[in-house]
């Protein structure tokens, strides 16, 4: 059984820098809960490229809650990318688990969970985020 919870200094070391090819990736939404934080942290950060947020200096953090006690419940997540036959490409070379490819619309890949993640294509995210940005707050 995984352990359920990780101190700060485990997190920091789970959590890989992000590839430059996922630059121009996008967290779209994202509600999870997970049965191995270890394994969660290296796919979403070195997979990914995302990076863990707040827990570094959030005083009130307790842990990470690993889905199998209550609240338990379905979670998903979307991911907008650039160029979505590139991220499939790449997901494929690192070994990432389809649970669908792409057609006319969105691939879907499984984090080691088995979430299924859709993987969006929107062309360049960030920057047009930064460039209309203050004009949407």
Same mark, same amino acid.
């Given at each position: 059984?995984?352990?359920?919870s990780l101190n700060i200094d485990e997190v920091q070391s789970l959590c890989?820098?992000? &590839?430059?090819?996922?630059?121009?990736?996008?967290?779209?939404?994202?509600?999870? @809960?997970?049965?191995?934080?270890?394994?969660? @942290? &290296? %796919?979403?950060? #070195?997979i990914l490229g995302m990076s863990k947020y707040g827990t570094d200096t959030?005083?009130? %953090?307790?842990g990470y809650h690993n889905g199998q006690s209550d609240p338990r419940g !379905?979670?998903?997540?979307?991911? #907008? +990318?650039?160029?979505?036959?590139?991220? +499939?490409?790449?997901? *494929? @070379?690192?070994? +990432?688990? !389809? /649970?669908?490819?792409?057609?006319?619309?969105? /691939?879907?890949?499984?984090?080691?969970?088995?979430?299924?993640?859709?993987?969006?294509?929107?062309?360049?995210? +960030?920057?047009?985020? $930064? *460039?209309?940005?203050?004009?949407? $707050?």
């Amino acid at each position: 059984m995984a352990k359920s919870s990780l101190n700060i200094d485990e997190v920091q070391s789970l959590c890989a820098e992000p &590839d430059p090819s996922t630059k121009d990736y996008i967290s779209h939404h994202t509600m999870l @809960l997970i049965k191995d934080p270890r394994k969660t @942290l &290296d %796919f979403y950060s #070195r997979i990914l490229g995302m990076s863990k947020y707040g827990t570094d200096t959030d005083k009130s %953090f307790k842990g990470y809650h690993n889905g199998q006690s209550d609240p338990r419940g !379905f979670g998903h997540i979307a991911v #907008r +990318v650039p160029n979505i036959d590139d991220a +499939v490409k790449r997901f *494929e @070379l690192l070994g +990432v688990e !389809f /649970a669908e490819k792409p057609k006319q619309g969105p /691939a879907y890949i499984k984090d080691p969970d088995g979430y299924w993640i859709e993987i969006c294509s929107g062309g360049n995210a +960030v920057k047009i985020l $930064s *460039e209309y940005g203050s004009q949407l $707050s």
